[in-house]
C-alpha cells in the first residue's frame, strides 16, 4: 500500500514552454502533498505544501506565479513549470501524506520523481 | 536554527560488511527522526520513523537509534548487499510537522 506515482519519469523541453508534472497517490487519499527539487548531490528542497481544494503554500524564494501547483483531488496534484529555463532543470520530488491516527507525526510517502531538462 | 547534520558525507565499504551512519539535530521543538534510502535518481523511501520517546526500530537490516537527550541518532547497516548502495537522508520532523532534511550519506558497497 501507499503508492505514489508521477509522470512523466523525465521531460526534455525547450526553454519558454511550459511543462506539467502530475503525482498520484494511487492507494490512498491524500489531503495534502509536497513538491520538492533535488540539485545533484544535494538533499530534497520543499518548494510548496498542496491542500486539497485549497490554493498551495510555498516556501520562501519559490515563484508561485513560476511554479504552479494544482490539488484538484484527493488523489492528484499537478506541479506546472511555466516558461522553463535551463535554471529549471532539476529532479522533482512529490509527495503524499498519510494521517496515522492519533499519531504525533504524519507520514509522507514519496513518488519516483521527475527529471526535468530545459534546452 | 533548525538542521540536521549527518556524517560521513560517503562511505564506501565492502560487501557483507556492517556500518553506522550518524545523524545529528538541532530542531525545536522536536517531534520525530526518520530515515529515508534514497537510490541514483529515484525518490526517498522510508526506512524507520522513531517518536522522541523511542529509542531504537528496525527494519529488515536497518537499525536506527535516538537519543533524543544529545539529540543524535544512528543508522546500522548489518550484512551489507550491493543493493545498499543509496544515500542515506536523516530527517528531522517538528511538532509543526515541518520537515527539516540533512544532506545524506552516499554509501557505496563494493563487491
Known amino acids: 500500500g501507499a503508492v505514489v506515482s508521477q509522470h512523466p519519469s523525465w521531460v526534455i523541453c525547450k526553454s519558454g514552454t511550459s511543462v506539467k508534472i502530475e503525482c498520484r497517490s494511487l492507494?490512498?487519499?491524500?489531503?495534502?502533498m509536497f513538491w520538492y527539487r533535488q540539485f545533484p548531490k544535494q538533499s530534497l528542497m520543499l518548494m510548496a505544501t498542496?491542500?486539497?481544494?485549497?490554493?498551495?503554500?510555498?516556501e520562501q524564494g519559490v515563484e508561485k506565479d513560476k511554479f504552479l501547483i494544482n490539488h484538484a483531488s484527493l488523489t492528484l496534484s499537478t506541479l506546472t513549470v511555466t516558461s522553463a529555463h535551463p535554471e529549471d532543470s532539476s529532479f522533482y520530488i512529490c509527495s503524499a501524506q498519510s494521517r496515522r491516527q492519533g499519531g504525533s507525526y504524519n507520514e509522507q510517502f514519496f513518488g519516483p520523481g521527475t527529471r526535468l531538462t530545459v534546452l | 536554527k533548525n538542521q540536521v547534520e549527518q556524517s560521513p558525507q560517503s562511505l564506501i565499504i565492502l560487501e557483507g560488511k556492517n556500518c553506522t551512519l550518524q545523524c545529528n539535530y538541532t530542531v525545536s521543538p522536536f517531534s520525530n527522526l526518520r530515515w529515508y534510502k534514497q537510490d541514483t535518481g529515484r525518490g526517498p523511501v522510508s526506512l524507520t520513523i522513531m517518536t522522541f520517546s523511542e529509542n531504537t526500530k528496525s527494519n529488515g537490516r536497518y537499525t536506527a537509534t535516538l537519543d533524543a537527550d544529545t539529540k543524535q541518532s544512528s543508522l546500522h547497516i548489518t550484512a551489507s548487499q550491493l543493493s545498499d548502495s543509496a544515500s542515506y537522508i536523516c530527517?528531522?520532523?517538528?511538532?509543526?510537522?515541518?520537515?527539516?532534511w540533512g544532506a545524506g550519506t552516499k554509501l557505496i558497497i563494493k563487491p
Open positions: 492507494d490512498f487519499q491524500a489531503t495534502t
Open positions: 530527517v528531522a520532523g517538528d511538532s509543526n510537522y515541518q520537515l527539516i
Open positions: 498542496s491542500n486539497e481544494g485549497s490554493k498551495a503554500t510555498y
